[in-house]
């Protein structure tokens, strides 16, 4: 992951709009904490595997109760009630209609005029070879698995480290 003052999520967008933001898989929590602290209005959940979690090493005293970790699957159920959903490398984990299992079940937590922000590996259109364990998609396959699972895509931004990020809205 790049130095937190360069990641794409706080020079690529502005977020001051978003106020409760769930990151999905969400690993050890550095993206959400260095959104928190970057935009202190915002509250946060941080969703990822139970065992994940409790390994998270987040310092959430310097965030003044703003993030709650909660432990889940994210194919059965996502925290719902977040007016920003993000999705930060995960999809390029799982194939197919694993991938679309994680969609659903996001679309299936967002309130009406909730965004998503979908960060991840990209496969230049020339075909570029698959890397092992990591399922690279262009940005027109990104699309139409963002579609097929009910989302509108209103942004795709192509980012100088080869990744892409796209911005959805259930549709």
């Not at 001051?16 to 904490?33: I, K």
């Not at 970790?69 to 999705?87: A, I, W």
């Not at 694993?98 to 020339?126: C, I, Y």
């Not at 262009?138 to 699972?149: C, K, M, V």
């Amino acid at each position: 992951m790049p130095e937190q003052p360069n990641h794409p999520l706080l020079t690529a967008i502005d977020l001051s709009p978003y106020h409760r933001v769930v990151d999905v898989g969400g690993g050890d929590g550095t993206t959400l904490v260095a959104l928190l602290e970057t935009y202190a209005h915002m509250r946060g959940i941080l969703f990822d595997l139970p065992d994940v979690v409790e390994e998270s090493l987040i310092n959430m005293e310097g965030l003044g109760g703003r993030l709650v970790p909660v432990g889940g699957d994210f194919f059965e159920q996502v925290p719902s009630g977040g007016d920003l959903y993000l999705l930060e490398y995960v999809l390029s984990d799982w194939e197919g209609d694993w991938a679309q299992g994680v969609l659903q079940s996001v679309h299936k937590a967002m309130p009406h005029g909730a965004r998503l922000l979908l960060l991840d590996v990209l496969l230049a259109e020339d075909g570029l070879p698959e890397t092992a364990n990591l399922q690279r998609r262009t940005e027109p396959e990104y699309r139409e698995l963002l579609e097929t699972t009910g989302f509108s895509v209103l942004s795709a931004t192509l980012l100088a480290d080869g990744s892409v990020l796209i911005e959805a809205e259930p549709a």
